[in-house]
């Protein structure tokens, strides 16, 4: 994508979606952090389904710690990877009250040394809990950023230094929610849909994708 592109690809994201936000359901930045670590190799939609019981029964670091392994698991079971999960949330939670006094880190390495908690992870907390300007490379932005040709890269990390680099300061804090959304619903990986595509002209992709026929 050229550079001259890149402004007018996200205005026009901007115009489309002014508030853009997560898709995962959260009352505090405690719930954002257990809802995001859940939901690596799961869909926002299981997440939430499965949080929407857990959180009004617990919904603090000490209330999960008192659910216990198999208590928690309960909770998460429909989830993927669910037993490794509550073991690393667990984990993290006792890290949070003996290490935290029970909130949430605001720094990068404090996050990322919480079990469970990768980069991008570390990325969406502080992006949508702190107002960082970071970028959360899911499947869905390393799709969208090489496809594109946005911010290629062969590496989740590549496609993020691309990003960070190239994408105005006016949109990076909202880039990674418009980014997550246009490949999980109009980008999407199997075939994308070009023809219903608000951002197809300055996009590398090619040839683009015909409509189905009726």
Same mark, same amino acid.
């Given at each position: 994508?050229?550079?001259?592109?890149?402004?007018?690809?996200?205005?026009?994201?901007?115009?489309?979606?002014?508030?853009?936000?997560?898709?995962?359901?959260?009352?505090?930045?405690?719930?954002?952090?257990?809802?995001?670590?859940?939901?690596?190799?799961?869909?926002?939609?299981?997440?939430?389904?499965?949080?929407?019981?857990?959180?009004?029964?617990?919904?603090?670091?000490?209330?999960?710690?008192?659910?216990?392994?198999?208590?928690?698991?309960?909770?998460?079971?429909?989830?993927?990877?669910?037993?490794?999960?509550?073991?690393?949330?667990?984990?993290?939670? !006792?890290? +949070? %009250?003996? &290490?935290?006094?029970? /909130?949430?880190?605001?720094?990068?390495?404090?996050?990322?040394? *919480?079990? #469970?908690?990768?980069?991008?992870?570390?990325?969406?907390?502080?992006?949508?809990?702190?107002?960082?300007?970071?970028?959360?490379?899911?499947?869905?932005?390393?799709?969208?950023?090489?496809?594109?040709?946005?911010?290629?890269?062969?590496?989740?990390?590549?496609?993020? !230094?691309? +990003? %960070?680099? &190239?994408?105005?300061? /006016?949109?990076?804090?909202?880039?990674?929610?418009?980014?997550? *959304?246009? #490949?999980?619903?109009?980008?999407?990986?199997?075939?994308?849909?070009?023809?219903?595509?608000?951002?197809?002209?300055?996009?590398?992709?090619?040839?683009?994708?015909?409509?189905?026929?009726?």
């Amino acid at each position: 994508m050229k550079t001259a592109d890149i402004e007018p690809f996200f205005a026009t994201l901007q115009a489309a979606n002014p508030q853009p936000a997560s898709e995962l359901e959260y009352s505090s930045v405690f719930e954002l952090l257990a809802a995001v670590l859940l939901s690596a190799q799961a869909t926002d939609v299981g997440v939430n389904k499965a949080t929407r019981r857990l959180f009004p029964v617990a919904h603090t670091p000490q209330q999960i710690l008192a659910l216990g392994y198999d208590g928690l698991c309960d909770y998460i079971r429909t989830i993927g990877l669910y037993r490794n999960k509550a073991r690393h949330l667990l984990q993290t939670c !006792q890290i +949070l %009250v003996e &290490r935290h006094g029970g /909130r949430v880190p605001t720094t990068r390495e404090e996050l990322e040394a *919480l079990p #469970g908690v990768g980069r991008k992870t570390a990325n969406v907390v502080l992006n949508v809990a702190f107002g960082e300007a970071t970028m959360a490379v899911d499947t869905h932005i390393f799709r969208v950023g090489n496809r594109t040709g946005l911010a290629p890269g062969k590496t989740p990390l590549a496609v993020e !230094q691309q +990003l %960070v680099r &190239r994408v105005p300061q /006016r949109y990076a804090v909202d880039a990674h929610h418009w980014l997550i *959304l246009h #490949g999980r619903y109009v980008c999407v990986a199997r075939k994308p849909r070009c023809w219903e595509c608000a951002v197809a002209r300055w996009c590398d992709f090619q040839p683009k994708t015909p409509a189905p026929r009726a």
